[in-house]
């Protein structure tokens, strides 16, 4: 099998030639292996970040589950907005700050917050400027020069589909498990609920135009992304479930309609969101089923509660294994997880999250080779 047919075998319920292997590699390892500063990528586009990603999928050799490198945006969803221009306003040798401005009357209207990006790892999004000792209007700033353009929307997925080729699945976002992201935002929704289920019942219908924008494309993506990173961090589970289950539920159904798979990306505590997911949407993939400290999951009961229901995606340690483990402790803990969740297939081990920039590429291909062998059914 090709790791395309590996995939999608799994993802439809059927058993594949052996376990279905795709190590989160994210964009730190993809940034590092083109042996520039990280700034390149993401700020200069130079590579961008999907191609960096597609060739440490081919250097590795994995099934790739590519889950939201491509940004589709549709102008008359009001996606795109050419008013607000990023400028550099601070920068050395190991990081480059920008902010955004935008003309308003005779004077300029400056963004919140600013991006850090650095030469060594990913940028930072939405800071104050006073946490990095800048005024919240800069003294001086330069116009950005030399960042690469390239194909965008529906051109953008058929160039990146072409490039995945039989290495796996490219993967849209639209809709989202996380409303709640930040302290503010906490205290703030105590104080108003009605604003953000109001917020709530907007995204449910922004969403929905999405979804069928997408839908239309002569050129579709292979699944939708509908997750976010720490969705039960700053949502408690009840919050989550008055604020973000509506419209993951909502999104999963048209998905289900289109026949289209949904997966859900969300690191830290997991296990109260993905009994949700199982009982009451008609998601198709959960990952990274984190163990401690970083979360709370325990792969082999997730897989007896809730293996016929999804596909569980995960969860070897990026840390105490991927990181700092020998390759044995690799091998053994790909093969326990491999025990605890491949019977019946709906299985694809992964890691827990993201792994690091300086993950051993030896651990990597250890992990990739248990999968091949001791995962075979």
């Not at 993802?11 to 376990?19: F, L, R, T």
């Not at 102008?75 to 480059?96: Q, S």
Request: aromatic residues 8%.
């Amino acid at each position: 099998m090709t790791s395309r047919e590996r995939l999608l075998t799994v993802i439809n319920g059927g058993i594949p030639d052996h376990v279905p292997v795709a190590p989160d590699t994210s964009n730190m390892i993809p940034a590092r292996m083109t042996g520039k500063p990280f700034w390149d990528l993401y700020l200069y586009q130079d590579p961008p970040l999907w191609k960096a990603y597609l060739d440490c999928v081919k250097h590795f050799g994995f099934d790739s589950l590519m889950d939201g490198y491509v940004g589709i945006a549709f102008e008359e969803l009001g996606e795109i907005n050419n008013d607000w221009v990023e400028t550099i306003v601070f920068k050395n040798d190991d990081r480059i700050i920008t902010q955004k401005h935008r003309k308003a009357l005779n004077a300029y209207e400056w963004s919140k917050h600013v991006t850090v990006y650095y030469r060594d790892n990913p940028p930072n999004w939405d800071v104050k400027p006073s946490t990095v000792r800048l005024p919240d209007i800069p003294d001086r700033f330069e116009l950005i020069n030399g960042i690469r353009s390239g194909p965008q929307g529906e051109a953008l997925l058929k160039m990146v589909k072409d490039e995945m080729g039989d290495h796996g699945l490219v993967g849209v976002s639209c809709g989202t498990s996380l409303l709640i992201s930040d302290e503010d935002s906490i205290y703030d929704y105590y104080d108003n609920p009605e604003k953000y289920l109001k917020k709530r019942d907007k995204l449910i219908d922004y969403y929905t135009k999405r979804f069928k924008k997408l839908m239309s494309l002569e050129c579709k993506p292979d699944f939708i992304c509908t997750g976010g990173s720490g969705s039960l961090i700053f949502q408690s589970p009840a919050v989550f479930r008055e604020l973000a289950l509506p419209i993951v539920k909502h999104v999963t159904a048209l998905c289900k309609e289109a026949g289209i798979p949904s997966h859900i990306h969300s690191c830290g505590p997991e296990t109260a969101l993905i009994k949700m997911a199982a009982e009451e949407t008609d998601l198709t993939i959960i990952d990274p089923l984190e163990v401690s400290p970083m979360g709370d999951c325990n792969l082999k009961e997730l897989k007896q509660l809730y293996g016929d229901k999804l596909v569980l995606k995960g969860n070897l340690h990026t840390t105490d294994v991927m990181l700092l483990g020998s390759v044995q402790d690799v091998k053994d803990a790909s093969m326990r997880a491999i025990d605890d969740a491949a019977e019946g297939g709906k299985f694809i081990l992964s890691t827990g999250d993201q792994c690091g920039r300086d993950v051993p590429d030896e651990n990597i291909f250890a992990m990739i080779e248990t999968a091949k062998t001791y995962g075979k059914y």
